[in-house]
């Protein structure tokens, strides 16, 4: 019987959730199974991936073939180093000791890097929430600026009504003045002509 390392797509709409799982190649993909050999979460960044090592090794000594996701993740989890580790011990090439600090120091340098990308993602999330909080600062106080504006219009334009009707006040008065001049010079110039005929 063929037998695959492949995912089970578990959770709901949008929110896959995968079991790791060693089935019959020939089973639906998410039917009947051997053995659960884990979990993966890609919902969170960095993915949460739960991994039974030593039972992952155990299949693909058997003679499990992973699909290609699935390698990525034992890859990732070191199950594909350990399984090459043991084919060294067997063939002697190394002690059992030695593949197992190897093994030891590659899982401490993943784990170094993990907790690094925690830590630049933290950083980058607490930048943008600063940038995001320096920008809104930015806008209230232009809203403020506006706002003092648009006060300080309000004030000139309730001043303006009283300078119009000052202004046309005085505007009427010269009317009046250069009218009653006009009408006086028209009347001393129709004396005169009354005067000239005479």
Same mark, same amino acid.
């Given at each position: 019987?063929?037998?695959?390392?492949?995912?089970? #797509?578990?959770?709901?709409?949008?929110?896959? /959730?995968?079991?790791?799982?060693?089935? +019959? *190649? #020939?089973?639906? @993909? $998410?039917?009947?199974?051997? !053995?659960?050999? %884990?979990?993966?979460?890609?919902?969170?960044?960095?993915?949460?991936?739960?991994? +039974?090592? $030593?039972?992952?090794?155990?299949?693909?000594?058997?003679?499990?073939?992973?699909? $290609?996701? =699935? #390698?990525?993740?034992? *890859?990732?989890? %070191?199950?594909?180093?350990?399984?090459?580790?043991?084919?060294?011990? #067997?063939? %002697? =090439?190394?002690?059992?000791?030695?593949?197992?600090?190897? /093994?030891?120091?590659?899982?401490?340098?993943?784990?170094?890097?993990?907790?690094?990308? @925690? =830590?630049?993602?933290? $950083?980058?999330?607490?930048?943008?929430? =600063?940038?995001?909080?320096?920008?809104?600062?930015?806008?209230?106080?232009? @809203?403020?600026?506006?706002?003092?504006?648009?006060?300080?219009?309000?004030?000139?334009?309730?001043?303006?009504?009283?300078?119009? !009707?000052?202004?046309?006040?005085?505007?009427?008065?010269?009317?009046?003045?250069?009218?009653?001049?006009?009408?006086?010079?028209?009347?001393?110039?129709?004396?005169?002509?009354?005067?000239?005929?005479?």
């Amino acid at each position: 019987m063929p037998v695959k390392i492949r995912l089970q #797509r578990h959770g709901k709409k949008g929110k896959p /959730f995968y079991w790791i799982v060693a089935a +019959d *190649s #020939r089973a639906k @993909r $998410d039917g009947k199974y051997l !053995e659960k050999l %884990g979990t993966y979460n890609p919902n969170v960044n960095p993915a949460e991936i739960n991994l +039974d090592i $030593d039972g992952a090794v155990q299949w693909l000594q058997n003679g499990a073939q992973p699909t $290609d996701t =699935a #390698r990525a993740i034992l *890859s990732y989890k %070191g199950a594909m180093l350990k399984k090459h580790l043991a084919v060294g011990v #067997r063939k %002697g =090439a190394i002690t059992e000791e030695q593949a197992e600090e190897k /093994f030891n120091n590659w899982l401490e340098e993943k784990a170094k890097a993990v907790e690094a990308k @925690r =830590a630049n993602l933290a $950083d980058a999330q607490a930048k943008a929430k =600063a940038e995001a909080l320096a920008a809104e600062k930015a806008v209230n106080e232009a @809203r403020v600026a506006v706002a003092e504006e648009a006060e300080a219009t309000e004030e000139a334009v309730e001043e303006t009504p009283e300078a119009v !009707e000052a202004a046309a006040e005085e505007s009427t008065e010269a009317v009046e003045e250069v009218t009653e001049e006009a009408t006086e010079a028209t009347a001393e110039t129709t004396e005169e002509a009354a005067k000239e005929e005479e």
